[in-house]
């Protein structure tokens, strides 16, 4: 992955901090697309279809508001709408928006080949596309924004290392779904750490379909049970993965034993960290992300360019593409406050009940 670093900081703290007041939960396609555009007046209309409600709670509880927002306060008419893991819905939405007017319109792609025909399609309307948070390869969108998932899954990797040690371990991998980039991307940088180390074994490794949590359940009973119940640590791709694994170690009497990575630093995630069910989370600050979505999206809808960070390689498109890569940060039991720091989430959400007394062991407030 080719990276260059000339996008200057304060230009993504600056869309940060428009977001400080979330927007209204209802989106704009509700009405026709036009919603609340605040008192601006910027000409055009951005359209974004965000991949389901199940991989990851952040879509509907932090991205949309955090870009709902954004949206608002720029005076831009937008459209944000879920496909629910459905490729088919995703199509459908985007031809809605497409023919509703949008000129700039942003996916979360489901698997790259639906996502590339979307893109295709806007393309041949005139209508400019944003990949978010997933690369869709094959396709042909004009900007590409998300955090460096290689190092995503190399922070993961050090996180976990950190948690075992040096000592013998069997490790199990629980990654993420097959058909989305990241997903490889993330395993890659995991392995590209725990690999190096003579002392860990790949005992066991499986992906989840469309990072379903359900799934992951099963799977990970599966392996641990194909193992006999030898494991040390699991690469757990987000959260939401690592609640599926964590079920699993109670049901063994090995929660807080085994340590657990994740993802997302959703309130679950951070929970399980403050109880010692899992060893650490990666924040990828959707307000972060969504200020510099908010940011390139208005920049395109105003015929200018987005400013970039670089550039990522689509190998099966056979073309850079221009990126704008934020950087993620590790979390542990350590610096959980950070997560409120950054406004994505309110510590009220994380501490609530039996979380308070160890929200306040551990400094989060």
């Known amino acids: 992955m080719k990276r260059t670093r000339n996008l200057v900081l304060a230009t993504v703290m600056g869309a940060t ?19 609340d555009s605040g008192s601006g007046s910027t000409e055009g209309k951005i359209g974004v279809i965000l991949p389901d409600t199940k991989s990851s709670v952040r879509w509907e ?24 893991g459905d490729a088919d819905k995703m199509a459908t939405i985007a031809d809605g928006m497409i023919t509703g007017g949008v000129t700039v319109l942003a996916i979360v ?14 393309a041949k309307q ?3 596309t944003i990949d978010y948070d997933r690369l869709t390869l094959g ?33 199990v991998y629980l990654n993420g779904s097959p058909t989305d980039n990241n997903a490889t991307l993330f395993s890659q940088g995991a392995h590209s750490v725990l690999d190096k180390v003579s002392t860990y074994k790949n005992v066991a490794e499986q992906a989840v379909p469309d990072w379903d ?22 690469y757990a791709a987000n959260d939401g993965l690592a609640g599926g694994v964590i079920s699993i170690l109670k049901k063994n009497g090995q929660n807080g ?3 657990v990575t994740g993802q997302d630093a959703s309130v679950e995630g951070l929970q399980n960290i403050l109880a010692g069910d899992q060893c650490m989370t990666i924040q990828k600050s959707a307000t972060g992300q969504a200020g510099a979505l908010a940011e390139a999206a208005i920049a395109m809808v105003k015929g200018e360019e987005p400013k970039t960070t670089g550039t990522v390689e689509d190998e099966t498109g056979g073309r850079e593409v221009p990126a704008i890569l934020l950087d993620p940060v590790s979390i542990d039991k350590t610096n959980v406050q950070a997560v ?4 994505d989430l309110k510590a009220e959400d994380i501490c609530e009940g039996d979380f308070a007394k160890l929200c306040e062991a551990n400094g989060v407030g």
């Open 17 to 35: 901090l428009a977001l400080s007041a979330c927007g209204g939960s209802d989106s704009a396609g509700d009405d026709g697309g036009n919603g």
């Open 61 to 84: 509880s932090a991205d949309k508001p955090a870009l709902e927002a954004a949206f608002k306060d720029a005076g831009v008419d937008y459209d944000i709408q879920n496909a629910e």
């Open 109 to 122: 792609n489901l698997d790259s080949d639906s996502g590339a025909a979307i893109e295709s399609k806007a």
């Open 126 to 128: 005139g209508v400019k």
């Open 139 to 171: 396709g042909n969108a004009d900007v590409y924004i998300s955090y460096d998932n290689s190092k995503v899954g190399a922070l993961q990797g050090e996180g976990l290392a950190k948690c075992l040690g040096d000592k013998d371990a069997n490790i």
């Open 213 to 234: 949590n359900d799934k992951a359940v099963t799977i990970f009973e599966q392996l641990y049970t194909k193992v006999d119940g030898k494991v040390d640590g699991v």
């Open 257 to 259: 034993k085994v340590p």
């Open 340 to 343: 409120v720091d950054a406004g």
